[in-house]
Every structure is written in structure tokens, then in C-alpha cells.
């Protein structure tokens, strides 16, 4: 599976933004699709993932603020960021795995997209 990430930007503070995860080589509808971010000096963090079923499930600190969707038919994964912070400011990956039990472990994720800069300002 390759991964294109797109739609990051420079954004103010309470702005929205729509990450997009194009694939190519395999149909994502049959995997799990996580975003992670990592700022800088920080480590990976987990923010939302999405089933085979539609299934989803989000970080606390994104849950009510970010929608995490995908399209089949267009083979592309979806993150939908609202009411932005400066502390969302990262870099944001979109990745595919299999195992959904273990959604938030980035490791466990196969493949990988190159990522896209998000910056909220104040």
C-alpha cells in the first residue's frame, strides 16, 4: 500500500482543516486506518483509527474536535480537524494496519504515508 498525505497548512487558532489520505496498490476498506501526529521533540502520538466496519475511535484530546472518515470508492482516508489549538501544531501521518485491538500502537502499522505539516497559530 502507498499513502499520500494531504491537506495540512498554516491555520489560526479555532480554524479547521481536512487531511487526506489517497491509497494506491490495496483497498484501505479492508484494513485499519490510523492518523498519528508528532510534534516536535515529542513522540508519536495516536489520533484517531477506522475499521473495516466504519468502526472509529479518537484520542481524548481530539474526541468532539476531529472526524475521522473514508471513502472507498476513492480509496482515500479523511481527518477532519475543527476548532484547532496551537498545541494540534505537528506533523500528521496516516498509516494502515490490521489489527484493530492494538489501534493506537503505531508500530503495529504496516505502511505509512510521508506526512503533512499542520501549524496552528495563536
Known amino acids: 500500500v502507498q499513502l499520500q498525505a494531504s491537506g495540512g497548512g498554516l491555520v489560526q487558532a479555532g480554524g479547521s482543516l481536512r487531511l487526506s489520505c489517497a491509497a494506491s496498490g490495496r483497498e484501505i476498506g479492508s484494513y485499519v486506518t490510523g492518523w498519528f501526529r508528532q510534534a516536535p521533540g515529542k513522540e508519536r502520538e495516536f489520533m484517531a483509527a477506522?475499521?473495516?466496519?466504519?468502526?472509529?475511535d479518537y484520542a481524548d484530546s481530539v474526541k468532539g474536535r476531529f472526524t475521522i472518515s473514508r471513502d472507498n470508492a476513492k480509496n482515500t482516508a479523511y481527518l477532519q480537524m475543527n476548532s484547532l489549538k496551537p498545541e494540534d501544531t505537528a506533523v500528521y501521518y496516516c498509516?494502515?494496519?490490521?489489527?484493530?485491538?492494538?489501534?493506537?500502537?503505531?508500530?503495529?502499522?504496516?505502511?505509512w504515508g510521508q506526512g503533512t505539516q499542520v501549524t496552528v497559530s495563536s
Open positions: 498509516a494502515v494496519g490490521r489489527i484493530w485491538l492494538r489501534r493506537k500502537d503505531g508500530d503495529l502499522y504496516g505502511y
Open positions: 477506522i475499521n473495516w466496519g466504519g468502526g472509529t
